[in-house]
């Protein structure tokens, strides 16, 4: 256990003490690669002293450096060996570190969960439903019901913009001179069905005699002129009225 622990009685948590532990091995890492960079260096430079020594002809120091030399590279695989063997154990704490927070999330989910269990009540999860379809059928029995009347009403308008307007094609109809009544009865049988009258104007504009037209009077055809004359009048008024 720590002073600081020991003094003011503070505990510490694992996650904290693994944390800690692994901050030390990183700065064991550190460490082991700055004395393995030095020892590297001074292989290197004793390397270019016994090649210095060599061309002097000092076998006897070429012979202590290149002891010197042999050991410095054992170190050096040795602090290679320590620093593999000190991540080997900085990744066994952090694996721990992992499954710790792995098992607090999942007590933290387990918890949640058997909250939300003891919170679910399924009579009364029944009864919310079970009022909800009701009122979901009686919301959508009064919009039926005020689509009808809606629908009665925009009826009713429609009557009466009928009417009214009937009401003005004959006001208008009455200030020309046109029967509306004449009008609605020969309107829809104006092209197919043809009148005496009819047949007289197209005998005439063929150019030939009418034997089938009927003369008023036994005459010769002189006392007809005026009635077509003003049922050619009441033709052009038509067409004009259903151009419009």
Known sequence: MNIIET????????AERLRQHQRALAK????????????EQQEKKLIMDIKKSAKAGQMNACKVMAKDLVRTRRYVQKFYQMRTQLQ???????????NQQMAEAMRGATRAMGAMNRGLNLPQIQR??????????????????????????????LEDEEEEGDKILKQV?????????????????????????????????????SDHAPTPGGGGGGGGA?????EDALQARLDALRRG
């Open 226 to 230: 005026p009635d077509a004359s003003d």
């Open 7 to 14: 003094l003011f009685g503070r505990t510490v948590t694992p």
């Open 28 to 39: 064991a890492q550190r460490e082991l690669d700055r004395e393995r960079t030095k020892l």
């Open 88 to 98: 080997a154990v900085g990744l066994r704490i952090q694996t721990l570190r992992s």
């Open 173 to 209: 109809l009455d200030e020309i001179g046109v029967d509306l009544s004449q009008q609605l009865s020969d309107a829809p049988s104006g092209l197919a069905v043809s009148s005496p009258l009819t047949e007289a104007r197209q005998a005439v504009a063929v150019g030939g005699p």
């Open 128 to 157: 919310i439903m079970n009022e909800f379809e009701r009122e979901s059928a009686t919301m959508d029995m009064k919009e039926e019901m005020m689509s009808d009347a809606v629908d009665d009403v925009m009826d009713d308008e």
